[in-house]
């Protein structure tokens, strides 16, 4: 598999000019998050993935997870991986100060996650899941909870993981079966059975977190009766020091498409009397508390795919480079051109390029928005902060892993025939990825969460409030970004004119036409805020070539007005048309009975 290079350049322009990571600097007088403090961290992880984690991944997939005599083997290459990346105090990045964390906040962290990403989807899941599980400690949990499990979690000694499926519900939470008992001394007594558990068990930490959703004696029925407890595999004392064996079973793994390097495991809490665990939050809010997990495991997986996606576009851009075949159209016979001279191999490229950015700010600016949530004093700021995280979380996780997908799938069509072959290492990128619109909500749920419960929020006022920053930047374009200026105001009025057509359907009963729009919706606003954030980099850069510093890279920043250029006429242009699709309803769709589907 070719080697995988942090794209650091591109990670630090958008925080600064995409982003505005300033911002929170500012408001967080965290003088870690300056430019150049950042660059010098991501240089060192950019390392750590370059030289220990990326060239794991292709032997981790292929001795894969393996479950023997009840316990789960690591990949030999994931389990050596671990212990660099604990000692170098990874684990801790974007955990809290005050237990041992590094204290850079989701936006410092989010370009590590994605380099841990490109560098393996399956190293990633350990890490990635435990930084949810702190957050969901750290927000809800008690001050005793804090004080012995989030030290020892930020240290990398410890994992987390998150436990919802079981075998009869899939998607739906509610329908839960697993059950919790009172049990008189400050505990609880949980048994039933989970599913698709990722790193339910391990052999590298001395503790596995489970955050486990159970029900009640009595609860209310659905998700209104369930509730969150931190479930440890090891009971610990009040030391930190690791007691007995609670009563938590890996029964077993399952055989996987992709992430075979990763386990997903089947469990089994209480099979002697109960496994004991600690309530989090407030009995029946436990969905709520889980939220805040899977809130930052949906950020997380869509940097799964911006990552998958930048590790596939650096191997199609490599094997361009070298692969002699045919001649370029445009091309005299005899020339010794490179595929990379074919305009399909440069299309794919460079629309792979400009969806790997895209993806990128959105994941970022969702970032910053949880942490300034966090950090604004002012209530009125940290409400606006938290409606576009509320917003962008359903972007960040569908249209990342969506684009995780689709590049993919081009960088094995750049490779032709030998991208179809193992040994090139492209295809397990495609095995793996595939997973990432499906996990953590499917993209159809995160679709119609956004047509329905998020543009419905406040009264609508987040996505009108987004959708009137678009525009009112748009309209400061100038010179050569004036087309980018007109397909930007045209999405914003396809955008405006859909959400507006989704409430009417909402207010006249007729939710199934919602939901029928809703993933073309999810599209089109994804990449409206993509392009966006693209043409405030592109902006950026054009004032920094105007103002003639001779310290600039003048072939970069030339480079970031053209992908704007290029995003905004290739796929946001086609984008707007989907505002009419979204709004056909579900009339077609349904058009035909059950029975017709199957006749043919």
């Not at 369930?226 to 090891?234: C, R, T």
Request: proline letters at 3%; aromatic letters at 8%.
């Amino acid at each position: 598999m070719t080697d995988y290079t942090a794209p650091v350049k591109d990670m630090l322009f958008t925080l600064t000019d995409c982003i505005g990571i300033s911002d929170l600097g500012e408001l967080s007088g965290r003088e870690e998050l300056s430019p150049e403090m950042l660059e010098s961290i991501y240089e060192e992880g950019g390392k750590l993935i370059a030289n220990v984690v990326a060239p794991a991944n292709h032997s981790a997939d292929q001795e894969g997870a393996q479950f023997v005599d009840g316990e789960v083997i690591y990949p030999t290459a994931l389990r050596a991986a671990w212990a660099p990346y604990a000692a170098g105090g990874w684990a801790g990045l974007a955990m809290p100060t005050e237990y041992g964390g590094q204290g850079l906040g989701q936006l410092g962290y989010c370009p590590f996650h994605e380099m841990m990403s490109a560098g393996g989807l399956s190293f990633i899941q350990a890490p990635g899941l435990t930084i949810g599980a702190v957050e969901a400690i750290h927000a809800h949990g008690t001050d005793a909870m804090k004080r012995l499990y989030i030290p020892n979690m930020a240290s990398g000694a410890w994992t987390g993981t998150m436990n919802l499926t079981e075998p009869h519900a899939g998607s739906d939470v509610g329908a839960l079966k697993t059950k919790a008992t009172d049990a008189g001394d400050g505990t609880y007594r949980i048994t039933g059975n989970k599913i698709f558990i990722t790193c339910g068990e391990l052999d590298f930490a001395d503790n596995i977190v489970h955050l486990v959703l159970a029900r009640l004696d009595g609860a209310p029925a659905g998700s209104r009766g369930i509730s969150l407890f931190l479930v440890p595999k090891f009971i610990p004392n009040e030391d930190g020091s690791l007691g007995e064996k609670n009563d938590v079973t890996c029964t077993g793994i399952e055989h996987k498409l992709g992430l075979r390097g990763s386990p997903a495991c089947m469990m089994s809490y209480g099979d002697n009397g109960g496994a004991v665990g600690w309530l989090i939050g407030e009995e029946n809010k436990g969905l709520a508390c889980m939220f805040t997990m899977m809130n930052y495991a949906r950020l997380h997986v869509g940097l799964h795919g911006t990552g998958a996606a930048e590790r596939a576009y650096q191997m199609a851009l490599a094997y361009a480079k070298e692969r002699v075949q045919g001649i370029p159209v445009g091309c005299s016979p005899g020339d010794n051109s490179t595929i990379i001279d074919h305009a399909d191999v440069r299309r794919m490229l460079l629309t792979m390029r400009a969806k790997i950015a895209a993806s990128r700010a959105i994941c970022y600016l969702n970032a910053k928005a949880m942490d300034m949530k966090n950090l604004c004093k002012d209530d009125a700021q940290a409400r606006y902060w938290a409606g576009l995280s509320e917003l962008l979380t359903p972007l960040s996780k569908a249209y990342s892993s969506d684009i995780g997908v689709e590049c993919c799938s081009e960088a094995i069509q750049v490779f032709g025939g030998m991208g179809f072959i193992e040994e090139t290492g492209v295809a397990q990128l495609y095995r793996d990825v595939r997973i990432t619109p499906i996990y953590e909500g499917t993209n159809g749920i995160q679709a119609w969460d956004l047509a329905n419960r998020k543009l419905k929020m406040d009264g609508g006022k987040h996505w009108q409030t987004l959708l009137n920053d678009i525009e009112q930047f748009a309209n400061t374009l100038t010179e050569d970004l004036l087309d980018v200026q007109s397909n930007l105001l045209a999405a914003v009025g396809a955008c405006r004119e859909t959400a507006e057509h989704f409430l009417h359907k909402h207010s006249q009963n007729e939710p199934r036409a919602v939901a029928a729009g809703s993933v073309p919706y999810q599209r089109l606003l994804s990449e409206t805020v993509g392009a966006w954030l693209l043409a405030r980099g592109a902006q950026s850069a054009q004032k920094q070539l105007s103002e003639r510093n001779s310290d600039v890279d003048t072939s970069y920043l030339n480079s970031r007005i053209n992908l704007a250029k290029l995003f905004s006429a290739h796929l946001l242009s086609a984008s707007v048309a989907l505002g009419k699709v979204a709004q056909l309803g579900d009339t077609l769709i349904f058009s035909d009975s059950e029975d017709m589907l199957t006749s043919r």
